[in-house]
């Protein structure tokens, strides 16, 4: 019978096989605690870390772990571990799917650069509103762990605006991240030095026009995300937290000076899941706010920096950006903003083999253009709701989901775009 969990048992020897291009130093910053192990749980538990961590870090494809009596020291066992590396080079493309926009993504990279789980990679990706973006990164897990990673990264792109205002934007940036896995979520701290140049296009506001030309950005960001959805693009049970932070100009670096916060929840739950037939109850909220941190009054942020609402993945029934104040045909955006949307998803009966469902929902949000007090912008943002309901069918695949919507806009203000028609969305982000 196998020994109770608390009976003693130690690590006499650990033999590690199948490793060329993995270090011994590396190996044993992950390995070595298992010899702190006293009892058959805590050997048995640092064995399991030990196969985790390794997974982990991605660079084996095969992990086999065997623990050996060792009859000649008593309580003691012997693990080894049989190890196959993955291949060093690495290529991919896929397709990326965002705000009403599809991309074609592919990468060169390396992985175990320098036999400690290292990897460099340059991607690019090209689509109809990333006109075109590329990125070179290279990591190296902090002291061994897999649960983080720290790197240096070097990225441009060229992206179309004028879905919403009407000027093209290549930026380049430079900087360095730091990845934290816990059992809450993923941590990411970055901070990237920014230089952006905006080309209007002929038919721009002067608002547009006035920010055109070369700006700088210096930003501190942090995001926390925890993710529980048993789908991306489809949930049909569990949550979503996402909380972001950007803090420009810190030390009156660059031209922009804000904090910036922005937070999006969504929780999904079944209401009926019997046979084909299924309801989905689907909630979601979101919400950012500007604080500037200069007494400049009439300093305005940058339209690359300012939030925009309305849209098919936004509050739907109005145009991409078509809430809040405009001038000409472009949306000035909006320094604090909510939106908030509520849906029903079904199986259509007949159907339950395809993917395929009905849908109604209703959205609500709101957007001021310049952020006054906290308090004064959320007695803004509650006094200004605009709403919109609708009823439609969901295609969805593992990347993507579209929508076509027929949309109901209820409540909007002289300045807005609404959309009383039908709608379609494409992406993976929906309110």
């Avoid at 084909?276 to 009439?298: C, H, I, P, Y």
């Avoid at 806009?409 to 309110?431: H, M, R, W």
């Amino acid at each position: 019978s196998a020994p109770p969990p608390e009976a003693p048992l130690r690590v006499n020897a650990l033999r590690i096989l199948g490793t060329a291009a993995t270090r011994n130093s590396f190996l044993n910053s992950v390995t070595s605690h298992v010899f702190k192990a006293g009892t058959t749980e805590e050997v048995m538990q640092r064995v399991e870390t030990i196969a985790t961590q390794l997974q982990k870090h991605d660079i084996f494809d095969e992990i086999k772990i065997y623990l050996d009596t060792n009859h000649a020291i008593p309580d003691t066992v012997d693990v080894t571990l049989h190890l196959k590396e993955k291949e060093k080079g690495l290529f991919q493309t896929k397709v990326n799917v965002g705000d009403n926009q599809a991309e074609l993504n592919g990468g060169v990279g390396l992985r175990n650069v320098f036999g400690g789980a290292e990897s460099g990679a340059v991607n690019f990706s090209f689509g109809n509103r990333t006109k075109a973006a590329v990125e070179s990164v290279f990591e190296t897990p902090f002291r061994g762990n897999a649960n983080t990673r720290m790197g240096v990264f070097l990225n441009g792109s060229i992206r179309d605006h004028s879905q919403i205002n009407a000027y093209r934007e290549s930026a380049k940036s430079s900087g360095v991240r730091f990845k934290g896995w816990t059992q809450y979520g993923e941590h990411q701290v970055a901070y990237a030095v920014t230089e952006r140049d905006v080309t209007a296009l002929s038919t721009a506001s002067a608002t547009v026009r006035s920010q055109s030309g070369t700006n700088h950005k210096q930003s501190v960001y942090h995001s926390f995300v925890r993710d529980q959805r048993n789908s991306a693009t489809l949930p049909t049970r569990g949550h979503f937290l996402g909380i972001y932070q950007e803090l420009s100009g810190l030390g009156g670096r660059g031209d922009t000076s804000f904090l910036k916060h922005e937070m999006q929840a969504s929780f999904h739950q079944a209401l009926v899941d019997e046979g084909d037939s299924k309801l989905v109850f689907s909630t979601s909220v979101r919400a950012g706010l500007f604080t500037a941190l200069n007494d400049k009054e009439n300093e305005q942020m940058h339209m690359s920096d300012r939030f925009y609402v309305g849209g098919p993945l936004s509050v739907r029934g109005f145009k991409m950006g078509g809430i809040g104040e405009r001038e000409g045909n472009d949306a000035l955006g909006g320094e604090g903003y909510w939106a908030a949307g509520a849906s029903l998803i079904s199986s259509i009966p007949g159907l339950s083999h395809l993917p395929i469902k009905a849908h109604a929902f209703a959205n609500a949000g709101s957007i001021v253009t310049r952020a006054g007090t906290p308090s004064d912008t959320i007695k803004d943002l509650s006094e200004t709701p605009r709403t919109s309901v609708g009823f439609g069918l969901i295609l969805h695949h593992s990347i993507a989901r579209l929508e076509a919507n027929y949309c109901i806009p209820l409540k909007y203000a002289g300045t807005d775009l609404p959309e009383p028609k039908l709608q379609f969305g494409f992406g993976l982000n929906f309110l």
